[in-house]
């Protein structure tokens, strides 16, 4: 037999005629034995990263998964490739999961899904060491760092995988991690001499919207008027809200559901799987309705309340627009979310770890204020930079009030310097705004000039401007160092007053008015009613087969099915997400829909 080259398996089993950026190169990475470190957006194409090579190597892939609903997902979608996959789990019976080992033993799975406590069994690690291995996948890696929004003590032990498995590959893959994160991620795993590759963190077909929280349930309500066939996710901080809202969606006509970790576990796979079949609109969820959602046409995540930090919303914005057509994520910020957020934080008894999470929090605070594009900060946080505004926020397509803010930002930075860059932003605020704080005189810095200067205005609009200050790439937080403010190469400019520097006004209130979310980017060109049609069939065999409707195909595929009409199974194989095995057990059904439609519209 000729082994395939990874763009056949792409084109072949994957249906997808082209690799995304980096994707060749991490496959190759892999196949060739070496080790990798990845960073790429939810919806980049993380898995075939590990996949493609897993079916090119001897042996069998392990890969660690931190969640039962996210490698079932995964297993489906291989196992409708025509992939041999597995996962071994909790949720498995003792004949289940005898009969998953012994394919394993018999060389008879290219994949096997694990959570990390399984894994690192003593019993387990024995049992791979006599067992060809292809490679280790650590999925969701940011779960190792203690600077991951995600923290999981069970993933620690993986560390040891290098040690036991020195000659296997491994390749550890997140979505999310700031630089601290991804340092710790590379020395707890001992990746140190992994190659790393950034895929960027931009999700251009997200809008990203923030409204002031004024009536939050009605303005939910009228979000959701213009998507009444959109499924989406609407995401609460406490379980009594998520029922709460989910009971008043239900009375006014929507199919809602509540998710929170203190149902009943039957009820949570109820509302997951009606979820994912499409049987259910929205799913109102705490962070509970996590990493294990991997429906690919969500069309719009809402954030009921504010998050803890970037990373969270990040990745659960992340949830929507996965398949690539335009989505949406809406914000409700209201300053009442901070005060609650900060008091749960300072309740923690670890005091590194709420300094960690204080300054997350601030850094959500600076994303949610309207003062510049929020694809810039968000992308600010995790190093990227964007050279120009994305023209797909609320700020850009509806800009608030501008302001030159060229002196007051002298005056921080001024501030910043004087202090000895050794104090973080309360104390600079303080300073600032001449506080007779008892530290600032034992220090002497009620002697410096810049003592008093900012008096005129208050702490919130101090710390409003120094966020952006930090998003801008003025001022530098270390967070590894009590997060003490630093000036860096491009505030020189500014300070010497060579450069001028035009901000938003800052909300420092709740307006009264607010901005409606305008309408998503221009879609592919596609003939709606055919794509419903498609839609229809779709779902009617996917009942049949007992999966959900986007493991037979996702909507990007029916989508360019509607703009491009095949009626041959040639023309159906150029269709993206379209691979031969899929077109021997689909592809007929759907270009019966595709002819008739023709037919009728002939």
Not at 52 to 78: E, F, N
Not at 126 to 137: K, S
């Amino acid at each position: 037999m000729i082994k395939q080259t990874p763009l056949e398996i792409l084109s072949s089993v994957f249906g997808y005629s082209s690799f995304r950026p980096y994707q060749q190169e991490i496959i190759e990475k892999l196949i060739d034995g070496g080790d990798a470190f990845v960073l790429m957006p939810t919806g980049g194409g993380k898995s075939l990263c590990y996949q493609i090579p897993a079916l090119l190597r001897p042996g069998t892939a392990i890969v660690v998964s931190p969640l039962i609903s996210l490698m079932k997902d995964q297993v489906d979608a291989l196992c409708a490739n025509g992939v041999r996959a597995a996962c071994y789990n909790s949720s498995l019976g003792a004949p289940a999961a005898r009969r998953v080992l012994a394919e394993l033993h018999a060389g008879a799975l290219d994949l096997l899904y694990v959570a990390p406590e399984r894994l690192m069994n003593e019993a387990f690690v024995a049992r791979l060491q006599g067992i060809e291995l292809a490679l280790f996948a650590v999925d969701e890696a940011h779960c190792i760092s203690q600077w991951g929004h995600d923290f999981r003590p069970e993933y620690i032990q993986l560390g040891r995988l290098r040690q036991v498995f020195s000659d296997v590959p491994m390749i550890a893959l997140t979505a999310t991690a700031d630089p601290q994160t991804s340092d710790d991620i590379l020395e707890r795993l001992h990746l140190q001499q992994a190659d790393c590759y950034a895929a960027g963190f931009d999700r251009p077909n997200i809008r990203y919207s923030v409204m002031d929280k004024l009536k939050p349930f009605a303005q939910l309500k009228e979000f959701l008027s213009g998507r009444p066939n959109d499924a989406g996710i609407v995401y609460a901080l406490s379980r009594k809200r998520t029922e709460d809202v989910a009971d008043r969606l239900v009375a006014s006509g929507v199919a809602a559901a509540a998710y929170h970790a203190g149902l009943p576990a039957a009820e949570r796979q109820r509302v997951q799987e009606d979820f994912l079949r499409d049987d259910l609109q929205v799913v109102v969820a705490t962070v509970a309705f996590g990493m294990g959602i991997d429906k690919p046409n969500v069309r719009f995540v809402v954030h009921y309340d504010l998050p803890k930090n970037i990373e969270s919303y990040y990745q659960e914005t992340g949830r929507a627009g996965r398949d690539g057509l335009p989505a949406e994520a809406l914000l409700l910020f209201g300053y009442g979310d901070i005060v609650i957020a900060r008091s749960l934080i300072e309740k923690g008894r670890n005091p590194e770890q709420n300094r960690i999470e204080l300054h997350k929090l601030n850094a959500m605070v600076g994303f949610a204020e309207p003062l510049t594009c929020r694809r810039r900060v968000l992308l600010g946080y995790f190093g990227e930079k964007l050279e120009e505004d994305c023209g797909n926020c609320d700020i850009c397509l509806d800009p608030p009030q501008r302001y030159d803010a060229t002196e007051d930002a002298q005056k921080v930075l001024s501030c910043v310097y004087r202090v000895g860059q050794r104090f973080g932003v309360g104390y600079v605020i303080d300073v600032l705004r001449g506080s007779q704080n008892q530290r600032i005189k034992q220090l002497g810095h009620d002697r410096l000039s810049t003592y008093g200067i900012g008096a005129e205005n208050g702490q919130e609009a101090w710390g409003s401007l120094i966020r952006q200050l930090v998003h801008l790439g003025y001022l530098k937080q270390d967070i590894a160092n009590y997060s003490v403010l630093k000036l860096t190469e491009a505030a020189r400019p500014l300070l010497r007053g060579a450069q001028e520097l035009i901000l938003p006004c800052p909300r420092i209130k709740p307006k009264a008015a607010k901005k409606k979310v305008r309408k998503t980017l221009e879609e592919l060109e596609y003939d709606e009613a055919l794509f419903e049609a498609l839609r229809v069939r779709r779902k009617d065999m996917a009942v049949a087969a007992g999966v959900p409707p986007f493991v037979i195909f996702g909507d990007q595929s029916l989508a360019e099915m509607a703009a491009f009409r095949p009626v041959s199974q040639e023309e159906m194989l150029a269709i993206n997400g379209v691979g031969e095995h899929k077109l021997k057990r689909y592809g007929e059904d759907f270009l019966e829909v595709i002819r008739q439609y023709c037919n009728i519209q002939d």
